[in-house]
């Protein structure tokens, strides 16, 4: 079966600016969480949706948010983009929220200049 | 928040050697996963694995939920188990939330 799909898989922006990154979760997982990696912060969760709700949210600021589509495709946005927001954004699907084996998409490598 | 240790922090290893990666957590899990970074970033999955033992292979996992600790051994080690190890835990009152160790980086050399 098809895995997790992330798109696209490269991105460069400018501060400023705005994007939006897409996540395709294995058909019939209804959970998809993001997490944002950085070499000096490791890997960090940012957001987890179930059945088009928002469950958690890490500790980032407002400018990143995202939504979870009927069909459990989820995106996620950044406003006003820093120079910091350069990173590798993973997504992950899994059955449900919890007790399940998550698995990760290719990433999103975004670069801001 | 737990807290999630990995030890060592880097690892160089000679093809055919064997190996041993730890990691400590500092509350109950419900989800412990092993996973292995390819060079382009994508994270691979090794084990789904909050208690108990499993064998993929030449990888093998235990995780000892009662002491908060999981272990993956690397046996004949390849070349192509050069990359970064991570294991990432999930708390019960943390829905979906996966918290990372910082990994372990092995490189093996031939």
């Known amino acids: 079966k098809a895995g997790v799909t992330q798109t696209p898989r490269y991105l460069i922006k400018t501060r400023g600016q705005q994007v939006t990154l897409s996540c395709s979760p294995i058909?019939?997982?209804?959970?998809v969480s993001w997490y944002q990696q950085t070499p000096g912060q490791g890997l960090q969760f940012l957001f987890e949706?179930?059945?088009?709700?928002?469950?958690n949210k890490g500790n980032f600021p407002g400018r990143f948010s995202g939504r979870q589509f009927s069909n459990s495709r989820s995106e996620m946005n950044v406003s006003t983009l820093e120079l910091g927001d350069s990173a590798l954004y993973l997504c992950?699907?899994?059955?449900?929220?919890?007790?399940?084996?998550?698995?990760f998409g290719q990433g999103t490598r975004l670069t801001v200049v | 928040g737990i807290q999630v240790e990995q030890s060592p922090p880097d690892l160089i290893l000679q093809e055919g050697a064997n190996s041993t990666l730890r990691c400590n957590f500092s509350?109950?899990?419900?989800?412990l996963q092993w996973f292995h970074q390819n060079p382009w970033g994508q994270l691979i999955n090794l084990f789904y694995?909050?208690?108990g033992t499993k064998q993929n292979g030449r990888l093998s996992a235990t995780t000892v939920a009662t002491e908060r600790y999981s272990l993956l051994y690397i046996s004949s080690s390849q070349t192509t188990d050069s990359g970064v190890y991570f294991c990432?835990?999930?708390?019960?009152?943390?829905?979906?939330?996966?918290?990372f160790g910082a990994g372990t980086q092995v490189v093996v050399t031939p």
């Open positions: 992950a699907s899994s059955l449900f929220t919890t007790n399940t084996e998550a698995f």
């Open positions: 058909s019939g997982h209804r959970s």
């Open positions: 949706y179930f059945s088009e709700t928002q469950r």
């Open positions: 509350d109950s899990v419900n989800n």
């Open positions: 694995i909050p208690s």
């Open positions: 990432a835990v999930v708390t019960t009152d943390s829905w979906g939330k996966f918290q």
